[in-house]
């Protein structure tokens, strides 16, 4: 039981590219959600999903796209990378009833 | 609108003294409160759940409807609790997460 898996674990981009973090789980949860980790702001919610088809925008949602074409799999796509997308992103899944299981987290550096 | 607020940045206590981390939120319905623990680059774990009642690591909080708070209280620190910790607010389809207070044990 791997859990919420987080592919890659470090990247470095350049202003202006684009990339996708990868979040995977295998318990069968619903829910699954996005947040970036930045000093003194704590977790800020980027998107979540209900369930296989359905997004929604979080607080900050601007400069990410997300997708849920399956249960298990809730990819964070960076369309244009810039430096204030310089952060800790973090993956976690839940069931409707239950606390959040966090993934291991993508430690994202935008130069 | 859905709100945690943790008002300490940091909190510094000494080993064996008691610890209280305070939790406010805001929110108009029937809330489900967590706290997470975030030891030095590790991933979040689940450390309390309002509606379990549970004990872990000698932590207790207890959901106060009257002042909503829900704050994180251990009698007795130990120099292993040092790590960062996050109150989170259930609403209906996302959670949020408060800014965290770091908690420093001191020898």
């Known amino acids: 039981n791997a859990g919420v898996t987080q592919t890659p674990k470090f990247q470095v981009l350049k202003t202006g590219q684009s990339m996708t973090l990868q979040c995977a789980q295998d318990?069968?949860?619903?829910?699954m959600s996005w947040y970036r980790q930045d000093p003194g702001m704590g977790l800020r919610l980027i998107h979540y999903s209900v369930g296989a088809g359905i997004t929604d925008q979080g607080e900050v949602p601007n400069g990410y796209n997300v997708s849920r074409s399956t249960t298990e799999d809730f990819p964070l796509r960076l369309l244009s990378a810039a430096p204030s997308q310089t952060s800790v992103y973090f993956c976690?899944?839940?069931?409707?009833?239950?606390?959040?299981?966090f993934g291991s987290g993508t430690r994202l550096t935008v130069v | 609108a859905q709100r945690v607020t943790q008002p300490e940045k940091l909190l510094s206590v000494f080993k064996g003294a008691p610890v209280e981390l305070k939790c406010n939120y805001s929110y108009s319905g029937s809330p489900e409160l967590f706290w997470y623990v975030q030891y030095s680059r590790q991933r979040l774990q689940l450390l309390l759940r309002?509606?379990s009642r549970e004990s872990i690591k000698g932590f207790t909080a207890d959901l106060n409807k009257g002042e909503t708070s829900f704050h994180l209280k251990k009698p007795f620190a130990q120099e292993e609790d040092s790590a960062m910790y996050y109150c989170a607010l259930s609403g209906l389809d996302k959670i949020i997460f408060g800014k965290g207070t770091r908690l420093h044990i001191l020898p």
């Open positions: 309002h509606i």
């Open positions: 318990m069968n949860h619903e829910y």
């Open positions: 976690a899944s839940r069931r409707r009833d239950s606390g959040y299981t």
